[in-house]
């Protein structure tokens, strides 16, 4: 095992070396004030960073400086020097404090190793505070006294999992594994074709174990549930593996050491060949657990999800997910925050499955797994919107040339997409009947008829992006009563009125905010009168709430339109340990027709949840038009 963090001091010992033939252990260790083991230690460590080039070789506790290549030395040495304020950094200082105790084999004393970094002693203690708060979440101690020294404490799993997770490649980056150990890893995996990735990951995880098991430090037991693994038809793979391996070393392996570096092929990513996926055996499992997951969101988001040609993939990732959780071997995913900002929905999905999952396993799941299931419910969501988009009927009418008219057609066919059929009238031949036929009317000019499509008057000149979004709105025309076909990004704001808006500055709870707004609906005709109840029950189930909004929803059969309502209270209203302060109440039509509109609505309030300064301005408007002022984002910005 290499490690920059020695060469600190190791500059300084080359630095000795250079100035005197031979030197005596005891004078080494007088001049850099710590033990003779110390500096053994280090001179060990010296000669593996600059073999073959040079060699510090002792006899009888003198140790002279041999050099064999001059000019690789001098690189060498210019490498230490240039390594010198490697401790600089509190991160480094951390890992350098956490290699030196994960290698000793007794306990290290706090002076000898803050001397050793060449840092003070408070700084040592500051630096050991943070290390000690960042391996408890890995159930890890350092126990030990100034006097005594330090040890590094823990279930050898958990010290694996540290490392794996942490300092894997600062510790073992140039571990000198075997090449005939890698060349068999190599071979093997050639035959199996699960690809480099699962490779690299085995890889590291064989270079641990076999480190560690090497040095005394086994894995020992482990809990029931990994003996299992051992039944998998892959784990043979592994298990003649490690046999070829096992000769060649002249060691025999336990099961649990087996065991562990079989965890990255099980928690393996899913493969992307469909033919290398398929080789795994599916668990029987996780169709049932799939089925549940989608019916949880069917019940607390009202939106059916369709897997369609992904579900055998979708099943792959939930098994190889379950088992990362179940067998603790982490995924870490480098766009989870850019996940959780582009498709909040997705995200919120992806949140009720975590909550089954929990459920089902009693795995707490990662915000890094979330990230994965994600981008499969976003998946799933265009999938879906793609397979119910109807063909979208566009008539064009056009008052200037022939040639004109065709130049506009062109442009427009590059914004619209594959589901519109695109239709050029010139302005002297459109009716009525005509247009009405159509979903939806782009004009250069003013029509000289009625028309009870929704209009978008165009130029020959027209910012494409807006048209886009104006086009995107009209296909909501037949689900909300007043559209407005503006360049404001929320659809939401066309299913708003002044009725619709609620300043709940005299309810004193969350329930009585919530119990007004279904009142004053229901008297106005706009929900049933059993509406409440159902409401009620189903917040019982659990309530859709997030930071300072929520979003209680059930079936209203007062009509087949969406409902959608906003409250705002005056001053935050504690509920479920969260400070509400903003409701979407939602009536969902009992059909599902419209769904697509619910979903758009659904993806608006998400991004809500994420802009501070919008849900601000939204919980202190005074009355509807100051919503509307709030709820209005510019298409583009």
């Keep these: 095992m290499k490690s920059s963090f020695y060469e600190n001091r190791l500059a300084q010992l080359i630095h000795i070396f250079q100035k005197a033939q ?78 030196k105790l994960l290698q000793a084999q007794e306990p290290v004393l706090m002076d000898e190793l803050a001397y050793e970094m060449n840092i003070a002693r408070t700084t040592f203690v500051g630096d050991l505070k943070k290390l000690r708060a960042e391996l408890q979440q890995y159930n890890i101690s350092i126990v030990g006294k100034q006097n005594r020294g330090l040890l590094l404490c823990g279930c050898e799993m958990d010290i694996r999992k540290y490392v794996l997770e942490n300092s894997y490649h600062t510790l073992y980056g140039e571990y000198p594994l075997d090449a005939e150990i890698v060349q068999m890893v190599t071979k093997t995996f050639a035959k ?74 099980i928690g393996m990513r899913t493969p992307s060949d469909l033919e290398v996926m398929q080789c795994i055996s599916l668990d029987n499992s996780v169709q049932g657990l799939m089925e549940r997951v989608l019916e949880r969101i069917k019940i607390e988001m009202n939106i059916t999800i369709d897997s369609g040609e992904f579900t055998e993939e979708f099943l792959y990732h939930l098994m190889f997910m379950v088992n990362r959780l179940r067998f603790r071997v982490r995924l870490k995913n480098p766009l989870v925050e850019e996940l959780q900002k582009k498709y909040p929905l997705a995200y919120r999905m992806a949140n009720i499955a975590a909550n089954v999952i929990q459920e089902e396993y009693d795995c707490v799941v990662s915000e890094d797994e979330k990230g994965y299931l994600a981008s499969y419910f976003s998946i799933f969501l265009e999938e879906n919107s793609q397979k119910h988009k109807k063909v979208f009927h566009v008539a064009v009418v056009c008052g200037t040339g022939r040639v004109t008219a065709r130049l506009m ?212 408007a005074k009355d509807f038009q100051a919503l509307l002022h709030a709820l209005y984002l510019q298409v583009g910005r």
């Design 192 to 265: 199996s074709s699960w690809g480099m990735s699962v490779q690299q990951s085995f890889l590291m995880f064989l270079t641990l174990m076999l480190d560690r098991y090497l040095k005394e430090h086994g894995i020992g037991t482990l809990p029931e549930q990994f003996y299992d693994l051992t039944e998998r038809q892959e784990f043979a793979f592994v298990d003649t593996l490690l046999h070829h391996i096992e000769q060649f070393l002249h060691i025999t392996l336990p099961i649990e050491e087996r065991i562990f570096v079989f965890l990255p092929i």
């Design 409 to 620: 057609a062109a442009q427009l066919r590059k914004v619209l997409d594959s589901s519109a059929e695109l239709t050029v009238f010139p302005y002297d031949t459109i009716t009525s009947d005509i247009l009405n036929g159509y979903d939806i009317v782009l004009t250069t000019v003013d029509l000289n008829c009625s028309c009870k499509r929704p209009v978008i008057r165009i130029y020959e000149i027209f910012q494409e992006q807006e048209l886009i979004h104006k086009i995107e709105k009209a296909r909501y025309w037949d689900q909300i009563e007043v559209p407005v076909l503006d360049n404001n990004w929320f659809v939401m704001a066309s299913l708003l009125d002044q009725g619709k808006f609620f300043r709940l500055d005299t309810c004193t709870s969350y329930e009585q905010g919530i119990a007004y707004m279904v009142d004053c609906l229901t008297a106005s005709g706009q929900l049933d009168k059993d509406f409440k109840e159902r409401l009620q029950c189903r917040e019982e189930r659990g309530s859709m709430v997030f930071d300072t909004i929520a979003i209680p929803h059930t079936v209203q059969y007062a009509s087949d339109k969406l409902v959608l309502a906003i409250g705002v209270f005056e001053e935050p209203i504690t509920y479920q340990q969260h400070h509400v302060r903003i409701i979407f109440l939602l009536a969902l039509p009992e059909e599902s027709k419209q769904e697509e509109l619910l979903i758009r609505v659904y993806d608006e309030i998400m991004h809500i949840t994420q802009d501070t300064a919008l849900l601000e301005k939204i919980a202190n």
């Design 22 to 99: 031979s030197m005596t252990v005891a004078t080494l260790a007088s001049k850099l004030d710590v033990s003779e083991r110390t500096i053994r230690n280090d001179i060990k460590q010296l000669n593996e960073v600059l073999k073959p080039h040079a060699s510090i070789d002792g006899m009888r506790g003198n140790y002279t400086l041999r050099i064999f290549d001059m000019t690789q030395y001098r690189k060498m040495v210019e490498q230490l020097y240039r390594t010198d304020d490697v401790l600089n950094c509190v991160t480094n200082r951390m890992e350098y404090i956490f290699e």
